[in-house]
Each structure stands twice: as structure tokens, then as C-alpha cells.
């Protein structure tokens, strides 16, 4: 099924979920984790290595730790061009990054259309009751 899933993190609380649930689907289904963070211009490098190493023990295995400087070409083709380099079959991400948790991030919603794999998009709150939560029905009603 899929062997290497790559998951981009801004290290906020939907992050955190995305993470946790693609480290429980390679837990499952075997293969490789890779967890990214994008640095943007006011991102310490040392800081962003210290937060990919406290997710580290989310996963069973030791995932690979990358950071990327999204300056030259933005975060979605910084997260693409490490799809392609670590040879990932999925993305696993969060809904929505630091802006808000009720509609679809820019990045997810534009990794959703240029992406050549899969892209598992995580809600900011997993629930297994019924019924939609309300921030996926305003993504149906507005798209």
C-alpha cells in the first residue's frame, strides 16, 4: 500500500494531530515516516530540529528528520520538491496550520490539487461519533 508517507508540520495543535494519526498508519501498515518542517523567514533552524525531535517518539520507528528553507520557492513546492526527493507515496497534514482551524489551509487545500500522491488531509479533532464536524461542512458548502 504505501511504504514511505511524508508529513509536513508547523508544529501547531492540528499538526500534532496529523502526526500522531500518520504515525499510527505506518504503524499499521508498515514502511518508512518522514516528518518536514518548511522554515519560513523567522524560523529558527536549531528551534524547528528540536520540535521535529520531541515528535520523534510519536513514531515506533525512528522517522527521518528533514527541515527545508521554503524562501526561494514557498512552503507547497518546498513540501513537493522533498515528495519527490524522498520518493513518499502519501502526505499526511493537517486541515489547517497556525492561521485557524476552521477552514482548509492554504497549504492543504493547495497540496490537495498539485500533488502526484495522495494527500490525507487530518480534521483539528478526530471523533469517532457520527456527523460531520462543522468546520468540514463549511468546506463542502463554500467549494
Not at 16 to 31: E, F, I, S
Not at 44 to 61: F, G
Not at 72 to 91: F, K, N, Y
Request: charged content about 20%; proline content about 6%.
Amino acid at each position: 500500500m504505501y511504504r514511505h508517507v511524508l508529513v509536513p508540520t508547523d508544529f501547531s495543535a492540528v499538526s500534532l494531530q496529523a502526526t500522531k494519526h500518520a504515525c499510527d498508519l505506518v504503524r499499521a501498515l508498515g514502511g518508512q515516516l518522514t516528518l518536514l518542517h518548511v522554515l519560513g523567514g523567522d524560523t529558527n533552524p536549531e528551534d524547528a530540529r528540536l520540535h521535529l525531535e520531541a515528535l520523534r517518539h510519536l513514531a515506533r520507528r525512528p522517522p527521518t528528520l528533514l527541515t527545508r528553507n521554503g524562501a526561494p520557492e514557498g512552503v507547497v513546492s518546498s513540501i513537493l520538491t522533498c515528495v519527490s526527493e524522498q520518493r513518499a507515496d502519501l502526505i499526511v497534514l493537517g486541515a489547517s496550520g497556525e492561521g485557524g482551524a476552521d477552514r482548509l489551509g492554504s497549504v492543504a487545500r493547495e497540496l490537495a490539487f498539485r500533488a502526484s500522491v495522495p494527500v490525507h488531509v487530518i480534521p483539528a479533532v478526530l471523533t469517532r461519533s457520527g456527523g460531520t464536524p462543522r468546520a468540514w461542512r463549511n468546506i463542502v458548502q463554500s467549494g
